[in-house]
């Protein structure tokens, strides 16, 4: 399939589930094992979830294969491989401490979006988990 034609179908069935801050890079500068890497943002694990979902079954209604998907259990990072497009499917601090952008974003791919894909979601502290040490 055209890599055109997979990315705007990919794209389509994040912002199907409202996927948010979605940005498309280029990188057959950088690695020959994918053409695209796509970054977005879910403010749940329940919508990391779906998205990655979404993101597969549009796959397989195109006849093209998941290679692999990462992270469902704790939905925190969802990375979908679809062979020549990489999603990774974050939850706001997540992608914000790996900065994934950094790394693959030198050659933004310019795609029209739904005005509420390019949002960014605000990000939430981190909470203390109980029983924990703060002086440590």
């Not at 055209?2 to 990188?27: G, P, Y």
């Not at 693959?104 to 109980?130: C, F």
Request: proline fraction near 6%.
């Amino acid at each position: 399939m055209d890599i055109q034609k997979l990315q705007r179908a990919v794209l389509d069935a994040l912002e199907d589930v409202k996927a948010q801050d979605i940005k498309v890079f280029n990188t057959t500068h950088l690695t020959g094992l994918f053409d695209r890497v796509i970054i977005t943002s879910a403010s749940s694990n329940r919508q990391t979830r779906a998205l990655a979902k979404s993101v597969g079954d549009c796959a397989r209604e195109l006849g093209i294969p998941v290679l692999a998907e990462e992270g469902l259990e704790t939905g925190e990072w969802v990375l979908v491989d679809l062979g020549d497009i990489v999603v990774h499917i974050m939850q706001p601090a997540i992608r914000q401490y790996y900065n994934l952008e950094e790394i693959w974003g030198d050659k933004p791919v310019q795609v029209k979006l739904l005005p509420e894909s390019t949002r960014p979601v605000p990000i939430a502290p981190i909470q203390q988990r109980p029983g924990l040490d703060q002086d440590a």
